[in-house]
């Protein structure tokens, strides 16, 4: 009997201990993946720029530019500046939906955020970037890359609706920069990866100003440089279908 209690009582012990360790797993995850949020945009609202080149082996297609306003986690709205033809295109991101406002259509087209946008860049991509909030993380392991320690978090959809189902997520350990993120669908079929650069001290933060998304297989590569970051106050007619339409 003596040796049963032992016995109950050292396996009870393991339990405990390895729900500790799953729980501090857990909680040291989520922040992570936080910080690295925090890291990529401004938690205030602001404004910033963007310009697209995508590349394949044989040609490089002419530069796309982009305004962004985002205001929280929730509100996004993208207009397009160039090319001439596309001028005046706007995105609209309010929680989950996304609309596409275009002159030559009277009324807002739904679009899902998977949906490309241009290259490799989904509309998500540029609408959306709330992985603390879109997915539930799980640390994997940590990886040695030239001598810098990275956090490895396998993100998991918990809405349908996302980008992704699926993300590999490399964090730097020293200072929660993200390294870079490998896209997978709900089949698990790598999509694309994402290499996080070009680190400048920008609206309080060193954050990634370049990022370059190459696909898994055909190798079709699309940059995005991104420039002239602005807090600022943003009314929330911004982010309102109403407003966007008076725009035409």
Not at 211 to 223: N, P
Request: charged share 25%.
């Amino acid at each position: 009997m003596t040796m049963f209690r032992i016995l109950a009582t050292t396996i009870f012990a393991i339990v405990i201990l390895i729900s500790i360790t799953q729980a501090q797993n857990e909680d040291l995850a989520k922040n992570v993946l936080l910080r690295a949020d925090e890291i990529r945009f401004p938690k205030d609202p602001f404004q910033v720029n963007v310009r697209i080149t995508t590349s394949t082996a044989e040609k490089q297609s002419p530069p796309e530019e982009y305004q962004i306003l985002c205001k929280g986690n929730e509100r996004t709205t993208v207009i397009t500046t160039a090319p001439a033809a596309e001028r005046g295109q706007i995105l609209l991101m309010r929680d989950q939906d996304l609309w596409f406002f275009t002159p030559k259509v009277s009324q807002a087209i739904r679009l899902p955020l998977s949906q490309r946008l241009s290259g490799q860049v989904s509309y998500g991509d540029l609408a959306r970037s709330n992985f603390s909030g879109d997915y539930d993380p799980k640390l994997l392991r940590i990886d040695t890359i030239e001598n810098q320690n990275y956090y490895v978090l396998e993100l998991t959809a918990n809405d349908r609706s996302v980008t992704y189902a699926r993300v590999l997520y490399w964090i730097e350990s020293l200072n929660s920069r993200p390294y870079k993120a490998e896209f997978y669908t709900i089949s698990g079929r790598h999509l694309k990866t994402c290499w996080y650069q070009n680190f400048i001290q920008v609206v309080g933060s060193f954050r990634p100003t370049t990022l370059i998304m190459e696909d898994a297989l055909k190798g079709e590569k699309s940059t995005l440089e991104y420039s002239g970051f602005l807090l600022r106050d943003l009314p929330e007619k911004y982010f309102t279908k109403d407003y966007l339409k008076k725009l035409y």
